[in-house]
Structure formats: C-alpha cells, structure tokens
Nanobody, 114 residues
Framework: QVQLVESGGGLMQPGGSLRLSCAAS????????MAWYRQAPGNERELVAA???????NYVDSVKGRFTISRNNAQKMVYLAMNSLKPEDTAVYYC??????WGWGQGTQVSVSS
C-alpha cells in the first residue's frame, strides 16, 4: 500500500517562508515524476510544482521564482521550499506523482495571513 505523508505547513505572515516535506513509500520512486499540488477552499486541486526522477522541474506561473521543488530519491522524499509567501498561497498542499496515480495523503495546511 503506497502512502504519502505531507508535513511542514503552518500559519505564516506574508513574505515568510516554509519548507514542506513529503515522505513516500511507493516502489520505483526514483523513476517517477513527483509533484506538489494545492487546493484552496472552493477551488479545484492544482499542480504547483513538478520534478522528474532526473531532477528537471516545472512550476505554475504564480509560484515561479518563489517556490523550489526538490527530491531525495534514496530517502523517497519530496520537498517544497516556499519563499515570499502570499495570502493567495493559502491552501492544503499535497504531494503525489505527476500525473497523480497514488491515493492522496492528508495534506498539510499552509495559511498566509497578516
């Protein structure tokens, strides 16, 4: 059974920083493209950042230059460094493959407010 466990969220003021972590238990992790997604209240889940097994990255325009996705294949971990946070970054953040093929974890709440 594949499990995804996200952590690292919190309440931050605008301009602050957070680092999200995702622990995965799936087989073949190093071969899979992984991604961070987010879902704000009333909105559909959207892809925020993706990283291939080889380390190539892509970002949604709204987070380019502020967020950085990375991974550690040996530890089956995916990270999202979030800088210059904005109120519109408020959402529950999830990790999964890209495209998502595993069940969703519980996510981690990121709230940005003054």
């Amino acid at each position: 059974q594949v499990q995804l466990v996200e952590s690292g969220g919190g309440l931050m003021q605008p301009g602050g920083s957070l680092r999200l972590s995702c622990a995965a238990s799936g087989r073949g992790f190093s071969l899979l493209s992984m991604a961070w997604y987010r879902q704000a209240p009333g909105n559909e889940r959207e892809l925020v950042a993706a990283i291939t097994g080889g380390g190539n990255t892509n970002y949604v325009d709204s987070v380019k230059g502020r967020f950085t996705i990375s991974r550690n294949n040996a530890q089956k971990m995916v990270y999202l460094a979030m800088n210059s946070l904005k109120p519109e970054d408020t959402a529950v953040y999830y990790c999964n493959t890209n495209p998502p093929i595993w069940g969703w974890g519980q996510g981690t709440q990121v709230s940005v407010s003054s």
